[in-house]
């Protein structure tokens, strides 16, 4: 059994996500890919500041025809039917959101879905109540949210899961990434990373460092690399919720 694992969460479905998994398979890193499937082929624009770059997203998101080839080595996961901030919602468009988006990739993927990530945006993105209405409705038992916790225990709920850190935390990414390395564990540890893949688009230094970061944490015998899904279920932790 292998303590320690790796795994990745990126959202939105867009078309850097094709240099992403050319640089994640380079280095034998596995990730999950949470898609909203009322929104394929969409163009959106919107600026930022990331990685310490002002920047204009223009963003297109990947077709849906596409989406079996371009994610065949990893996990396609919801990201809810059209982007809607779901604590916004009654109870029934939370299942309809949900349930519509899973029902739709299962169809074109012919794969099981089996977790998300909530979608993002201003103010409250996720709650308890949203957390127990999927929980309760679908067959999606994991759900990502965007709160790091800088740490490697195990998430405490799955339905409201914080990740490690986002991509963006430059300033721990790497002293994190050589922490878990050196880590002796005995119990599981797990270092989960999430982002939109165009941000790294900002600069080409910020794919560099990216990748490095990639060449940093691969490689090794005591880690477990694996989607968010296989992750969990190596740890046993989709047990109590399997159907
Ligand atoms: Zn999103």
């Avoid at 939105?12 to 380079?26: M, N, P, T």
């Avoid at 990685?51 to 990201?79: L, Q």
């Avoid at 169809?107 to 309760?136: L, M, S, W």
């Avoid at 080409?204 to 989607?227: A, N």
Wanted: aromatic share 12%; with cysteine; charged share 30%.
């Amino acid at each position: 059994m292998k303590y320690k694992a790796i795994t990745f969460s990126y959202d939105d479905g867009v078309e850097q996500d094709k240099r992403l998994i050319e640089i994640l398979e380079r280095y034998g890193l596995r990730a999950t890919f949470n898609l909203n499937s009322g929104l394929f082929d969409k163009r959106t624009s919107h600026s930022g500041r990331v990685f310490g770059f002002d920047a204009v997203f223009n963003n297109h998101r990947i077709p849906g025809d596409e989406i079996c080839e371009v994610y065949k080595n990893h996990e396609i996961a919801s990201h809810s039917l059209t982007h809607p901030i779901l604590p916004a919602l009654s109870d029934e468009e939370v299942i309809f959101q949900m349930s519509e988006d899973a029902k739709a990739l299962e169809g074109i993927t012919g794969k099981k879905i089996h977790g998300f990530a909530y979608p993002g945006g201003v103010g409250e993105y996720c709650n308890q109540r949203v957390a127990d209405v999927i929980e309760n409705n679908t067959s999606l038992y994991y759900g990502r949210t965007v709160k790091s916790t800088r740490s490697f225990e195990l998430p405490k709920s799955l339905m409201l899961l914080d990740p490690t850190i986002s991509h963006r935390e430059i300033s721990v990414r790497e002293g994190l990434a050589r922490e878990f390395l050196s880590l002796e564990a005995d119990t599981p540890k797990l270092f989960y990373v999430w982002g939109h893949s165009y941000e790294l688009d900002v600069d080409e230094s910020v794919w560099t460092d990216f990748e490095r970061f990639c060449e940093l944490i691969s490689g090794r015998d005591d880690i477990f690399y694996g989607t968010n899904d296989e992750v969990f279920r190596h740890f046993g932790l989709n047990n109590l919720t399997e159907e």
